[in-house]
Protein backbone atom coordinates (compact mmCIF):
# COMPACT_ATOMS: atom_id res chain seq x y z
CA UNK A 1 0.00 0.00 0.00
CA UNK A 2 1.03 3.34 -0.69
CA UNK A 3 0.13 6.85 0.96
CA UNK A 4 -2.26 7.81 -2.09
CA UNK A 5 -4.28 5.21 -1.64
CA UNK A 6 -4.93 6.41 2.16
CA UNK A 7 -5.16 10.00 1.52
CA UNK A 8 -7.76 9.12 -1.48
CA UNK A 9 -10.06 8.04 1.53
CA UNK A 10 -12.62 11.37 2.09
CA UNK A 11 -11.54 12.72 5.67
CA UNK A 12 -13.69 13.02 8.59
CA UNK A 13 -13.98 16.04 10.87
CA UNK A 14 -13.42 16.88 14.23
CA UNK A 15 -16.89 18.65 16.23
CA UNK A 16 -17.62 19.67 19.36
CA UNK A 17 -18.30 16.09 20.23
CA UNK A 18 -14.93 15.24 19.69
CA UNK A 19 -12.78 15.67 22.52
CA UNK A 20 -9.65 13.95 23.96
CA UNK A 21 -10.93 13.37 27.85
CA UNK A 22 -7.54 10.84 27.79
CA UNK A 23 -4.49 11.78 26.98
CA UNK A 24 -1.63 9.44 26.95
CA UNK A 25 1.67 10.89 27.72
CA UNK A 26 4.61 8.26 26.10
CA UNK A 27 7.27 9.69 28.58
CA UNK A 28 10.11 7.59 27.44
CA UNK A 29 10.63 4.33 25.42
CA UNK A 30 13.23 3.18 28.15
CA UNK A 31 12.68 0.04 30.37
CA UNK A 32 14.37 -2.07 32.19
CA UNK A 33 11.75 -5.16 31.30
CA UNK A 34 11.77 -7.09 27.90
CA UNK A 35 8.12 -8.21 27.73
CA UNK A 36 7.49 -10.14 24.18
CA UNK A 37 4.31 -8.63 23.78
CA UNK A 38 5.61 -4.98 24.40
CA UNK A 39 3.42 -2.36 22.44
CA UNK A 40 6.29 0.02 21.90
CA UNK A 41 7.66 -0.01 18.29
CA UNK A 42 9.46 -2.66 17.16
CA UNK A 43 12.57 -0.25 15.73
CA UNK A 44 13.57 1.84 18.71
CA UNK A 45 16.28 4.31 18.83
CA UNK A 46 18.57 3.72 21.81
CA UNK A 47 18.75 7.85 22.63
CA UNK A 48 16.68 9.30 24.71
CA UNK A 49 18.63 12.82 23.92
CA UNK A 50 15.11 13.00 21.48
CA UNK A 51 12.72 12.67 24.28
CA UNK A 52 10.51 15.85 25.31
CA UNK A 53 11.73 17.84 27.84
CA UNK A 54 10.18 18.37 30.69
CA UNK A 55 8.92 22.17 29.69
CA UNK A 56 7.92 20.61 26.34
CA UNK A 57 5.72 17.85 28.36
CA UNK A 58 4.45 20.79 30.17
CA UNK A 59 3.22 22.80 27.32
CA UNK A 60 1.55 19.54 25.59
CA UNK A 61 -0.19 18.85 29.02
CA UNK A 62 -1.79 22.97 29.43
CA UNK A 63 -2.82 22.66 25.34
CA UNK A 64 -4.92 19.04 26.23
CA UNK A 65 -6.26 20.69 29.30
CA UNK A 66 -7.84 23.29 27.24
CA UNK A 67 -8.96 21.32 24.37
CA UNK A 68 -10.84 18.95 27.35
CA UNK A 69 -8.75 16.26 28.54
CA UNK A 70 -9.11 15.44 31.99
CA UNK A 71 -7.67 11.79 32.35
CA UNK A 72 -3.66 11.87 32.10
CA UNK A 73 -1.96 8.56 31.53
CA UNK A 74 2.07 8.48 32.28
CA UNK A 75 3.21 5.77 30.92
CA UNK A 76 6.22 4.67 28.47
CA UNK A 77 8.48 2.08 28.55
CA UNK A 78 9.06 2.57 31.76
CA UNK A 79 7.79 6.09 33.36
CA UNK A 80 10.10 6.26 36.41
CA UNK A 81 12.90 6.40 34.35
CA UNK A 82 12.61 10.06 33.67
CA UNK A 83 14.38 12.20 36.55
CA UNK A 84 11.36 14.97 36.35
CA UNK A 85 8.28 12.80 36.81
CA UNK A 86 7.48 14.26 40.17
CA UNK A 87 7.50 17.57 38.66
CA UNK A 88 5.27 16.25 36.16
CA UNK A 89 2.95 15.07 38.43
CA UNK A 90 2.55 17.76 40.25
CA UNK A 91 2.31 20.87 37.51
CA UNK A 92 -0.62 18.30 35.64
CA UNK A 93 -2.29 18.00 38.89
CA UNK A 94 -2.52 21.55 39.79
CA UNK A 95 -3.66 22.03 36.11
CA UNK A 96 -7.00 19.60 37.17
CA UNK A 97 -5.69 16.32 35.62
CA UNK A 98 -6.32 13.36 37.01
CA UNK A 99 -3.27 11.77 36.91
CA UNK A 100 -2.33 7.90 36.72
CA UNK A 101 0.72 6.19 36.53
CA UNK A 102 1.19 3.28 34.32
CA UNK A 103 4.66 1.25 35.63
CA UNK A 104 6.11 -2.15 36.12
CA UNK A 105 7.14 -0.76 39.53
CA UNK A 106 10.46 -1.57 38.71
CA UNK A 107 12.37 1.21 39.92
CA UNK A 108 9.76 2.47 42.67
CA UNK A 109 10.48 3.10 45.69
CA UNK A 110 8.85 4.14 49.17
CA UNK A 111 10.00 7.42 49.31
CA UNK A 112 8.98 8.11 45.39
CA UNK A 113 5.36 6.84 46.38
CA UNK A 114 5.32 9.65 49.42
CA UNK A 115 6.79 12.04 47.24
CA UNK A 116 3.87 11.37 44.34
CA UNK A 117 1.08 11.04 46.27
CA UNK A 118 2.37 15.08 47.88
CA UNK A 119 2.68 15.59 44.49
CA UNK A 120 -1.12 14.68 43.48
CA UNK A 121 -1.32 11.35 41.93
CA UNK A 122 -4.60 10.23 41.72
CA UNK A 123 -4.04 6.40 41.26
CA UNK A 124 -1.22 4.03 40.03
CA UNK A 125 -1.50 1.02 37.80
CA UNK A 126 1.49 -1.91 38.38
CA UNK A 127 1.52 -4.52 35.81
CA UNK A 128 2.87 -8.25 36.64
CA UNK A 129 4.32 -10.74 33.87
CA UNK A 130 3.15 -13.62 35.95
CA UNK A 131 1.92 -14.68 39.31
CA UNK A 132 4.89 -15.92 40.80
CA UNK A 133 8.45 -15.35 40.77
CA UNK A 134 9.40 -17.85 38.41
CA UNK A 135 6.90 -16.95 35.80
CA UNK A 136 7.03 -13.32 36.00
CA UNK A 137 10.54 -13.20 35.59
CA UNK A 138 10.45 -15.27 32.13
CA UNK A 139 7.99 -13.03 30.90
CA UNK A 140 9.03 -9.80 31.90
CA UNK A 141 12.73 -10.51 32.20
CA UNK A 142 13.73 -9.20 35.70
CA UNK A 143 13.34 -10.75 39.17
CA UNK A 144 11.14 -8.40 40.20
CA UNK A 145 8.49 -10.10 41.49
CA UNK A 146 9.09 -9.48 45.31
CA UNK A 147 9.88 -5.72 44.46
CA UNK A 148 6.20 -5.88 42.35
CA UNK A 149 4.54 -7.13 45.59
CA UNK A 150 6.10 -5.22 48.13
CA UNK A 151 5.69 -1.62 46.36
CA UNK A 152 2.25 -2.77 45.39
CA UNK A 153 1.46 -3.08 49.12
CA UNK A 154 3.28 0.46 50.08
CA UNK A 155 0.95 2.30 47.50
CA UNK A 156 -2.09 1.14 49.17
CA UNK A 157 -0.68 1.21 52.82
CA UNK A 158 -0.09 5.19 51.63
CA UNK A 159 -3.20 5.13 50.24
CA UNK A 160 -2.98 5.86 46.76
CA UNK A 161 -6.31 4.09 44.92
CA UNK A 162 -3.89 0.96 42.92
CA UNK A 163 -5.03 -1.46 40.28
CA UNK A 164 -3.11 -4.28 38.77
CA UNK A 165 -2.73 -5.33 35.32
CA UNK A 166 -2.33 -9.10 34.37
CA UNK A 167 -1.25 -9.57 30.61
CA UNK A 168 -2.34 -12.81 29.56
CA UNK A 169 -1.45 -15.06 26.70
CA UNK A 170 -0.74 -18.73 26.45
CA UNK A 171 2.54 -18.59 28.70
CA UNK A 172 0.48 -17.40 31.59
CA UNK A 173 -3.53 -17.55 30.86
CA UNK A 174 -3.94 -20.54 33.52
CA UNK A 175 -2.57 -18.57 36.23
CA UNK A 176 -5.84 -16.26 36.26
CA UNK A 177 -6.94 -17.62 39.28
CA UNK A 178 -3.69 -17.22 41.19
CA UNK A 179 -3.92 -13.87 39.53
CA UNK A 180 -6.85 -12.46 41.38
CA UNK A 181 -6.24 -14.15 44.62
CA UNK A 182 -2.94 -12.65 44.67
CA UNK A 183 -4.61 -9.61 44.13
CA UNK A 184 -7.27 -9.53 46.34
CA UNK A 185 -4.52 -10.34 49.12
CA UNK A 186 -2.96 -7.07 47.73
CA UNK A 187 -5.67 -5.12 48.70
CA UNK A 188 -5.69 -3.88 44.90
CA UNK A 189 -8.95 -1.55 44.13
CA UNK A 190 -9.03 -3.29 40.74
CA UNK A 191 -8.13 -5.99 38.53
CA UNK A 192 -7.15 -5.79 34.46
CA UNK A 193 -7.26 -9.58 32.99
CA UNK A 194 -5.98 -8.04 29.72
CA UNK A 195 -5.64 -10.62 27.10
CA UNK A 196 -2.50 -9.53 24.75
CA UNK A 197 -3.88 -7.47 21.64
CA UNK A 198 -1.54 -8.55 18.88
CA UNK A 199 0.74 -5.28 17.21
CA UNK A 200 3.90 -4.88 17.42
CA UNK A 201 6.63 -7.74 19.23
CA UNK A 202 3.16 -9.27 19.99
CA UNK A 203 2.72 -9.92 16.50
CA UNK A 204 5.90 -10.92 16.08
CA UNK A 205 5.66 -13.46 18.19
CA UNK A 206 1.97 -14.04 17.93
CA UNK A 207 2.58 -18.06 17.36
CA UNK A 208 4.28 -18.18 21.02
CA UNK A 209 1.43 -15.95 22.45
CA UNK A 210 -1.99 -16.67 21.26
CA UNK A 211 -4.23 -18.70 23.35
CA UNK A 212 -6.25 -21.54 22.74
CA UNK A 213 -10.20 -20.62 22.07
CA UNK A 214 -10.61 -23.55 25.34
CA UNK A 215 -7.92 -21.85 26.99
CA UNK A 216 -9.58 -18.45 26.60
CA UNK A 217 -12.54 -19.90 27.77
CA UNK A 218 -10.99 -21.76 31.21
CA UNK A 219 -9.83 -18.22 31.50
CA UNK A 220 -13.23 -16.41 31.92
CA UNK A 221 -14.75 -19.30 33.58
CA UNK A 222 -11.86 -18.65 36.41
CA UNK A 223 -12.72 -15.24 36.49
CA UNK A 224 -16.77 -15.10 36.98
CA UNK A 225 -16.42 -18.22 39.45
CA UNK A 226 -14.06 -15.52 41.30
CA UNK A 227 -16.63 -12.98 41.02
CA UNK A 228 -19.22 -14.79 42.16
CA UNK A 229 -17.77 -16.92 45.19
CA UNK A 230 -15.19 -14.07 46.64
CA UNK A 231 -16.77 -11.38 49.04
CA UNK A 232 -14.57 -8.58 47.51
CA UNK A 233 -15.25 -4.70 46.94
CA UNK A 234 -12.14 -5.56 44.07
CA UNK A 235 -13.42 -4.58 40.86
CA UNK A 236 -12.28 -7.24 37.85
CA UNK A 237 -12.42 -6.57 34.03
CA UNK A 238 -11.37 -9.74 31.66
CA UNK A 239 -10.57 -8.08 28.36
CA UNK A 240 -11.10 -10.93 25.52
CA UNK A 241 -8.79 -11.09 22.87
CA UNK A 242 -9.58 -9.75 20.02
CA UNK A 243 -9.28 -13.08 17.63
CA UNK A 244 -12.23 -15.06 19.43
CA UNK A 245 -14.53 -12.25 19.95
CA UNK A 246 -15.91 -12.48 16.21
CA UNK A 247 -16.91 -8.62 16.05
CA UNK A 248 -14.34 -6.15 16.44
CA UNK A 249 -13.99 -3.39 19.32
CA UNK A 250 -14.73 0.08 18.95
CA UNK A 251 -10.61 0.53 19.16
CA UNK A 252 -10.15 4.05 21.36
CA UNK A 253 -13.87 4.63 21.09
CA UNK A 254 -12.93 5.87 17.97
CA UNK A 255 -10.22 7.37 15.74
CA UNK A 256 -9.76 10.72 16.97
CA UNK A 257 -13.19 11.32 19.07
CA UNK A 258 -11.92 10.19 22.86
CA UNK A 259 -8.18 9.16 23.17
CA UNK A 260 -4.73 11.34 21.85
CA UNK A 261 -1.39 9.56 22.67
CA UNK A 262 1.94 11.50 22.13
CA UNK A 263 5.28 9.20 22.09
CA UNK A 264 8.43 10.35 23.59
CA UNK A 265 9.31 12.25 20.46
CA UNK A 266 6.26 14.64 20.69
CA UNK A 267 4.95 12.64 17.69
CA UNK A 268 0.29 13.27 18.33
CA UNK A 269 -1.22 9.53 17.70
CA UNK A 270 -4.62 8.73 17.61
CA UNK A 271 -3.66 5.80 19.60
CA UNK A 272 -0.74 4.53 20.72
CA UNK A 273 0.04 1.46 17.74
CA UNK A 274 -1.09 4.46 14.85
CA UNK A 275 2.34 4.82 13.93
CA UNK A 276 2.79 1.79 11.89
CA UNK A 277 0.35 3.00 9.15
CA UNK A 278 2.51 4.35 6.41
CA UNK A 279 1.28 7.42 4.41
CA UNK A 280 -0.04 9.36 7.16
CA UNK A 281 1.81 12.57 8.15
CA UNK A 282 1.33 12.36 12.18
CA UNK A 283 2.18 16.22 13.37
CA UNK A 284 4.54 16.68 16.34
CA UNK A 285 3.64 18.86 18.89
CA UNK A 286 7.42 20.70 18.76
CA UNK A 287 5.65 22.12 15.13
CA UNK A 288 1.89 22.39 15.52
CA UNK A 289 -0.62 23.04 18.60
CA UNK A 290 -2.68 20.24 20.48
CA UNK A 291 -5.47 22.01 19.17
CA UNK A 292 -4.74 22.17 15.44
CA UNK A 293 -3.14 18.60 15.71
CA UNK A 294 -6.89 17.38 17.14
CA UNK A 295 -9.08 19.33 14.94
CA UNK A 296 -7.40 19.92 11.66
CA UNK A 297 -4.52 17.28 11.04
CA UNK A 298 -4.82 14.87 8.68
CA UNK A 299 -3.89 12.03 10.49
CA UNK A 300 -6.29 13.07 12.88
CA UNK A 301 -8.94 13.19 10.66
CA UNK A 302 -9.16 9.94 8.26
CA UNK A 303 -10.81 7.60 9.89
CA UNK A 304 -13.07 9.99 11.89
CA UNK A 305 -16.48 9.37 11.57
CA UNK A 306 -17.60 6.53 8.89
CA UNK A 307 -17.27 7.86 5.36
CA UNK A 308 -13.94 6.36 5.19
CA UNK A 309 -15.03 3.15 5.02
CA UNK A 310 -15.44 0.71 2.57
CA UNK A 311 -17.74 -2.34 1.85
CA UNK A 312 -19.11 -4.34 3.57
CA UNK A 313 -18.41 -1.77 6.64
CA UNK A 314 -20.09 1.07 4.40
CA UNK A 315 -23.49 -0.33 5.00
CA UNK A 316 -23.15 -2.65 7.73
CA UNK A 317 -25.88 -1.33 10.49
CA UNK A 318 -23.17 -1.81 13.29
CA UNK A 319 -20.68 0.86 11.85
CA UNK A 320 -21.63 3.70 14.12
CA UNK A 321 -21.22 0.71 17.05
CA UNK A 322 -17.82 -0.65 16.37
CA UNK A 323 -16.66 2.79 14.28
CA UNK A 324 -15.13 -0.45 11.89
CA UNK A 325 -12.96 -1.91 14.61
CA UNK A 326 -9.00 -1.50 14.98
CA UNK A 327 -6.89 0.56 11.84
CA UNK A 328 -3.63 -0.43 12.91
CA UNK A 329 -4.53 -4.34 13.34
CA UNK A 330 -6.45 -3.94 9.88
CA UNK A 331 -3.28 -2.42 7.87
CA UNK A 332 -0.64 -5.59 10.13
CA UNK A 333 -2.68 -8.05 8.83
CA UNK A 334 -4.34 -7.18 5.36
CA UNK A 335 -2.05 -4.33 4.40
CA UNK A 336 -4.57 -1.60 3.68
CA UNK A 337 -5.98 -0.10 6.97
CA UNK A 338 -8.78 1.16 5.03
CA UNK A 339 -10.13 -2.86 4.84
CA UNK A 340 -12.42 -4.25 7.21
CA UNK A 341 -10.84 -5.34 10.72
CA UNK A 342 -9.92 -8.90 9.91
CA UNK A 343 -11.39 -9.52 13.57
CA UNK A 344 -15.07 -9.27 11.97
CA UNK A 345 -16.51 -12.30 11.07
CA UNK A 346 -18.10 -10.42 8.20
CA UNK A 347 -14.56 -9.18 7.03
CA UNK A 348 -13.58 -10.65 3.35
CA UNK A 349 -10.10 -10.70 5.21
CA UNK A 350 -11.76 -13.20 8.60
CA UNK A 351 -9.62 -16.00 7.36
CA UNK A 352 -6.38 -14.51 8.42
CA UNK A 353 -7.64 -14.92 11.95
CA UNK A 354 -8.56 -18.26 11.36
CA UNK A 355 -5.66 -19.59 10.13
CA UNK A 356 -3.81 -17.80 13.46
CA UNK A 357 -6.49 -19.55 15.54
CA UNK A 358 -5.69 -22.96 13.39
CA UNK A 359 -2.15 -22.24 14.29
CA UNK A 360 -2.70 -22.17 17.97
CA UNK A 361 -4.89 -25.28 18.25
CA UNK A 362 -2.33 -27.35 16.20
CA UNK A 363 0.41 -25.79 18.64
CA UNK A 364 -1.70 -26.77 21.69
CA UNK A 365 -2.77 -30.09 20.41
CA UNK A 366 0.86 -31.56 19.13
CA UNK A 367 2.23 -29.99 22.20
CA UNK A 368 4.60 -28.62 19.59
CA UNK A 369 7.26 -25.74 20.50
CA UNK A 370 6.05 -22.81 18.36
CA UNK A 371 8.45 -20.08 17.63
CA UNK A 372 10.97 -18.84 20.74
CA UNK A 373 9.73 -15.57 21.84
CA UNK A 374 11.66 -12.80 20.54
CA UNK A 375 11.73 -10.46 23.70
CA UNK A 376 12.08 -6.92 23.10
CA UNK A 377 15.88 -6.36 23.86
CA UNK A 378 16.93 -10.06 22.83
CA UNK A 379 20.44 -9.75 24.21
CA UNK A 380 19.18 -8.24 27.80
CA UNK A 381 16.03 -10.65 27.54
CA UNK A 382 18.71 -14.49 27.81
CA UNK A 383 19.96 -12.58 31.02
CA UNK A 384 17.83 -12.15 33.92
CA UNK A 385 18.68 -9.01 35.99
CA UNK A 386 17.57 -8.60 39.74
CA UNK A 387 15.15 -5.38 40.07
CA UNK A 388 18.01 -3.92 42.52
CA UNK A 389 20.23 -4.37 39.44
CA UNK A 390 18.06 -2.47 37.26
CA UNK A 391 17.15 0.65 39.29
CA UNK A 392 20.86 1.55 39.50
CA UNK A 393 21.31 1.26 35.86
Known amino acids: MNGSSVRGIEPGSADARHIPMWLLAELTYACPLQCPYCSNPLQLSTSRKRELSTREWLRVFREGRRLGAVQLGLSGGEPLVRQD ?193 PGLDFPNVREMSLQDIWRHSDAFNHFRGTAWMKQPCASCPERERDAGGCRCQTYLLTGDPANADPVCGLSPHHHLIERAVSRAERFAAEQEPPQRLVFRNPANGRKIASAKEISKA
Open 85 to 277: LEELIREASDMGFYCNLITSAVGLTRDKISAFREAGLNHIQISFQGSDRESNARFGGSDSFNHKLAMTEEVVRQGIPCGLNFVLHRGNIHQVADFLVLAQSLGAEFVELANTQYYAWALHNRDGLLPTLEQVRAAEAATEHFRQHRETAMRVLFVAPDYYEGRPKKCCNGWGTTFLSINPYGDALPCQSAGVI
